[in-house]
T-cell receptor, first 113, second 113 residues
Framework: DQQVKQNSPSLSVQEGRISILNCDYT??????FLWYKKYPAEGPTFLIS?????DKNEDGRFTVFLNKSAKHLSLHIVPSQPGDSAVYFC????????????FGKGTRLHILP | IAGITQAPTSQILAAGRRMTLRCTQD?????MYWYRQDLGLGLRLIHY???????GKGEVPDGYSVSRANTDDFPLTLASAVPSQTSVYFC????????????FGPGTRLTVL
């Protein structure tokens, strides 16, 4: 039973354009959401997060949108740069229950020159 | 040491052998975690520790054990390795019992033959 779903295993975007990575979740108790970025042969690194009391959080080129009614969040990267090529993991947690993060399977983003 | 380190970087192990993966952090973080990353399955939590002296089971704990004798170290032991434990293992830490950010180590690539 996959609680955090990233249905696109990979995505290719032209440099300079917007990259949109999508994530769906099934557990309505999730109240905190995160995106991690991972380069090959390295550990994941935290990118951006959003609490369920918000519907948008922005940090530079990265914006996360949360639609609680649809149980959907997305990560927008604009403009996309070559260094953005990586695997992106969506993650969620229920802070009221415990501090365990549930990760999605990841989406590999390719930024094309 | 800066951040979180793991050893070894990679290891090839015969089935049935015992193996301990090491993880050390110098950030004085209370919580530590062990994940495995498998192709198509994302990151799955094996065991965690909210504070020194305590441990808990994650999503896939079978075949693994952990200990947390002090704040800095969180070793993961495979008592009798099996081929299905071939994976990349990531250790992570976070400041407290919250999910704001987990900091990941560089990973250990383990192959069990």
């Amino acid at each position: 039973d996959q609680q955090v779903k990233q249905n696109s295993p990979s995505l290719s975007v032209q440099e300079g354009r917007i990259s949109i990575l999508n994530c769906d979740y099934t557990n309505s108790m999730f109240d905190y959401f995160l995106w991690y970025k991972k380069y090959p042969a390295e550990g994941p690194t935290f990118l951006i997060s959003i609490s369920s009391i918000k519907d948008k959080n922005e940090d530079g080129r990265f914006t996360v949108f949360l639609n609680k009614s649809a149980k959907h969040l997305s990560l927008h990267i604009v403009p996309s740069q070559p260094g953005d090529s990586a695997v992106y993991f969506c993650a969620a947690s229920d802070k009221n229950r415990d501090d365990k993060i549930i990760f999605g399977k990841g989406t590999r983003l390719h930024i094309l020159p | 040491i800066a951040g979180i380190t793991q050893a070894p970087t990679s290891q090839i192990l015969a089935a049935g052998r015992r193996m301990t993966l090491r993880c050390t952090q110098d950030m004085r973080h209370n919580a530590m975690y062990w994940y495995r990353q498998d192709l198509g399955l994302g990151l799955r939590l094996i065991h965690y520790s909210n504070t020194a002296g305590t441990t808990g089971k994650g999503e896939v704990p079978d075949g693994y054990s952990v200990s947390r004798a002090n704040t800095d170290d969180f070793p993961l032991t495979l008592a009798s390795a099996v081929p299905s434990q071939t994976s990349v293992y990531f250790c992570a830490s976070s400041p407290g019992q919250d999910t704001d950010t987990q900091y990941f180590g560089p990973g250990t690539r383990l192959t069990v033959l």
